[in-house]
């Protein structure tokens, strides 16, 4: 048996745990079965945000003669943005090569599986098996990958995924027709990438609203706005068959409200369904951590799971799934391990002030919530919309009053104190314009609130019993550093302020 002072499985954000620990001179235990840097950095948030980028400015000329501008039409160089992508990915090499260079740490390149509770072997790509690992901190950051569901011919006619377009499915020149299965987050920004490249796109969505899990008027804009870049939309879909036939691919879908059947007829497939925990080799069965509905390790504030010493962080615990909530969950974790100078100076997870953007077009971005779970939640609750061309800076940008498709911010808020309660926006740069409210409402005395109670080592107990408040306070350079910021936008360069001020970087 190998004994370590942390084991880190998989390299995402669980990276900023492991640096802590190497910073502390920790033995350390890197364990990660693909790419280095995760998801995000290979294939997720980074790379289509170099894509996005580049349908974003085709889109953005297409507006312009409106203000005066003469265009010719600006088209994708396919070549070159393809270059930038994978210049992003293989970033991952260097992110492999710097850990190889402590020699405080180990790194396994393959899959982790619990043999039982605290103790790990690896599976190394080359199929040899370790020795037993162990230490008295292991943090499970393993992510998760895309859900495919279960429909009759999908398999035999193939199809991409997220993992699989970043991968041997890469496509040399945009397709001709491509079908989204999923109008969340990942389909509706591929959808507007393909669109923006001359793909003729069709959406097939579930749920009877695009981007389902924002305030339902800012579902309907996003309808209304990707309908008109062409984007062909078919909502509230049951998807029945998939087959081959003169060499495409064919849908078939049933209306759920009509049970209409259509066919729809696409080059290929891309599922953007949802995503599911990346478990599978950890056998988790022979352990005592603790699962909820979907298999989402569970996890409470203090990022604890159900065995002591073992904490799971990032997308695995079915938290919100994106990087900067990953990031701010290690951040934590890092600082209850390695930096807090008692117990009463440790910090806590919250997720009810998660940001979120879409970077579809247009942007789309949230704090807080929706109108409709505020009234769930039985607030006396109020509204207020206000339009981009009700602003100088909007019209400028060509948004005129009564505008089908003029971007708007739409606040929620307690009638009973006036507290602000949410915040959605659409429109141009949306990712960063509401980015003063998660700030804001972010700030002052924080307590300490029980996340999954039944999990809490006797620390946590006491620590919960005791009524902790972390006073957050709105001048300090520390509590912008603490607040999480939308991963990829601009309001990252401000928000890392703290890091700078502390020469960390
Ligand atoms: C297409 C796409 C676009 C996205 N865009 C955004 C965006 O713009 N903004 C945003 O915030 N989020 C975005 N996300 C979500 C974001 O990528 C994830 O929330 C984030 O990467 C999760 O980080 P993580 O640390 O939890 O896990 P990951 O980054 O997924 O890291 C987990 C690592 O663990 C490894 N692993 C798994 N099992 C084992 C095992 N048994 N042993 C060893 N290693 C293992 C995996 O290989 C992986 O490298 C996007 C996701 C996708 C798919
Ligand atoms: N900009 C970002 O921050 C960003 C970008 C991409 C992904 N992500 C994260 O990654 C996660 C995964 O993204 P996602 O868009 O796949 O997940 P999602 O769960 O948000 O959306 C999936 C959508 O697919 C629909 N769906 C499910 N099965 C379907 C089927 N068989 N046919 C048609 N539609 C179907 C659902 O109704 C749902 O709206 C998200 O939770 C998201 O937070 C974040």
Redesign the pocket.
């Known amino acids: 048996m190998k004994t370590y002072d942390i084991i880190v499985v998989g390299t995402g954000g669980a990276t900023i745990v492991a640096d802590a620990a190497i910073a502390k001179g920790k033995k350390v235990a890197i364990i990660e079965k693909g790419k280095f840097g995760g998801t995000c950095l290979t294939r997720?948030?980074i790379p289509?945000?170099v894509m996005v980028t580049v349908a974003d400015a085709v889109r953005e000329i297409e507006e312009l003669p409106k203000i005066g501008v003469k265009v010719t039409p600006a088209t994708i160089d396919w070549d070159i943005m393809s270059k930038r992508v994978w210049h992003k990915i293989d970033e991952s090499k260097g992110v492999e090569s710097y850990y190889d260079g402590f020699e405080n740490v180990d790194v396994y390149r393959g899959a982790a599986s619990f043999v039982r509770d605290k103790v790990i072997m690896v599976t190394m790509k080359d199929g040899t098996v370790t020795d037993e690992l162990t230490a008295p901190i292991i943090v499970l950051g393993v992510g998760?990958h895309?859900?495919i569901?279960t429909?009759p011919g999908l398999e035999e006619a193939g199809y991409m995924s997220?993992e699989s377009l970043f991968g041997e499915k890469y496509p040399k020149a945009p397709f001709k027709r491509l079908i989204v299965?999923?109008?969340?987050?990942?389909?509706?920004?591929f959808a507007h990438v393909f669109a923006a490249a001359g793909t003729e796109v069709t959406l097939?969505?579930?749920?009877r609203?695009?981007?389902?899990?924002e305030d339902e008027e800012i579902s309907a804009q996003i309808y209304k706005d990707i309908t008109k870049l062409g984007i062909r939309v078919i909502l509230n879909?049951?998807?029945e068959e998939v087959r081959v036939e003169n060499g495409e691919k064919v849908v078939v879908?049933r209306d759920r409200a009509t049970g209409e059947l259509q066919e729809v007829r696409g080059e290929e497939i891309l599922?953007?369904?949802?995503?599911v925990p990346a478990t599978e080799e950890l056998h988790l069965e022979n352990t005592s951590i603790k699962t909820k509905r979907g298999g989402w390790i569970m996890t409470n504030e203090f990022l604890e799971t159900s065995v002591d010493g073992v904490y799971a962080l990032g997308?695995v615990n079915g938290e919100?799934?994106?990087?900067?909530k990953a990031n701010y969950e290690a951040d934590i974790l890092a600082h209850n391990l390695y930096h807090a100078s008692s117990p009463e100076d440790f910090r806590w997870a919250r997720y009810d002030l998660v940001p979120?953007?879409?970077?579809t077009y247009p942007q789309v971005g949230h704090v807080g919530l929706t109108e409709a779970e505020a009234i769930e939640k039985g607030y006396d609750v109020g509204t207020g919309k206000n339009f981009y061309s009700a602003s100088a800076k909007g019209f400028a940008m060509g948004f005129d009053p009564g505008d089908e498709h003029d971007g708007f911010v739409k606040i929620v808020v307690d009638k009973e104190t006036n507290h602000i309660l949410g915040v959605h926006v659409i429109g141009p740069q949306a990712s960063i314009l509401f980015q003063p409210f998660v700030n804001l409402l972010n700030s002052g005395d924080t307590p300490l609130q029980a996340i999954n109670e039944e999990i809490g080592s006797a620390l946590t107990k006491k620590l919960r019993a005791k009524g902790l408040v972390r006073k957050m306070d709105p001048h300090s350079v520390i509590t912008v550093g603490e607040t999480m910021t939308?991963?990829p936008t601009l309001s990252e360069i401000i928000m890392w302020t703290q890091v700078y001020y502390e020469h960390r970087w």
């Open positions: 997720g948030c289509t945000k998760g895309t859900k569901n429909i997220s299965m999923g109008g969340g987050p990942i389909g509706t920004e097939i969505q579930h749920n609203r695009l981007l389902p899990k879909q049951e998807p879908i599922m953007a369904s949802g995503i997308d919100a799934p994106f990087r900067h979120a953007v879409t970077f939308p991963h």
